[in-house]
């Protein structure tokens, strides 16, 4: 079964700053996607950033980048320029592309809960 | 296009009743999937449904919690006799196709007391 690993509970980030959020996961699979959600206290999950593991190429998303390293099994989430609307709890997420059963199915880590200080 | 929509946001049971959780999926989505937020905790796989039908379960509780998501409706995911434990956030997404990208919804909010 696959696990995903936040290792951080909490982090802090002054406006404008810089922050790496850190996830590792398990598997045995060379075929998956993963995912950066954000739940702002809204409840609301929000999908930031997505990676295919058969992309070498680290994802994007304007103040949103990954750092994905593969043979690691790491999946940092850097923040840019850091804004007060960045605070929320962030979720590392792993998916089989597999087709066969559970393909489907997310598994989350337990998440980092981000604040920025003004 | 409307988004995933859930309902009620919040509710309240006592132990021993009936928790009614409702999900619309987003317009054309006819796969659905529940998961549950314990506290501190990130979300878990509960449920997988298509129209009228159940297509993996394998993450609920084997008693008292059941979902269905019929032809014509919302998905309901049902939990009988509520306990303490319960209390979570339960959240619906829905795809299009199977194995595709889903959309979350706000979750709903259950307290047991």
């Known amino acids: 079964a696959q696990t995903v690993t936040q290792s951080q509970p909490e982090m802090s980030v002054q406006e404008a700053e810089t922050v790496t959020l850190s996830c590792t996961y398990d598997?045995?699979?060379?075929?998956?996607?993963l995912f950066w959600y954000k739940q702002p206290p809204s409840r609301q999950m929000i999908l930031v950033i997505r990676?295919?593991?058969?992309?070498?190429q680290n994802a994007t998303e304007n103040r949103f980048s990954v750092n994905f390293q593969k043979a690691a099994k790491s999946f940092s989430l850097k923040i840019s320029d850091s804004q007060l609307g960045d605070a929320a709890m962030y979720f590392c997420?792993?998916?089989?592309?597999?087709?066969?059963?559970?393909?489907?199915?997310?598994?989350f880590g337990k998440g980092t809960k981000l604040s920025v200080i003004p | 296009n409307a988004g995933v929509m859930q309902n009620p946001r919040h509710l309240v049971r006592r132990r021993g009743q009936e928790a009614r959780l409702r999900c619309s999926p987003m317009?054309?989505?006819?796969?659905v999937y529940w998961y549950r937020q314990l506290p501190e905790e990130g979300l878990k796989f509960m449920v997988y449904?298509?129209?009228?039908?159940?297509?993996?379960e394998s993450g609920m509780p084997k008693e008292r919690f059941s979902a269905e998501f019929p032809k014509e409706g919302p998905s309901i995911l049902r939990i009988q006799q509520v306990v303490r434990g319960d209390s979570a956030a339960y959240f619906c997404?829905?795809?299009?196709?199977?194995?595709?990208?889903?959309?979350f919804g706000q979750g709903t909010r259950l307290t047991v007391v």
């Open positions: 997404a829905s795809s299009p196709l199977a194995h595709t990208e889903a959309f």
């Open positions: 598997t045995s699979e060379s075929d998956y996607y």
């Open positions: 990676q295919e593991a058969y992309k070498q």
């Open positions: 997420a792993y998916r089989s592309a597999d087709s066969g059963a559970g393909s489907y199915q997310l598994t």
């Open positions: 317009k054309g989505h006819s796969h």
């Open positions: 449904l298509q129209k009228e039908n159940i297509i993996d």
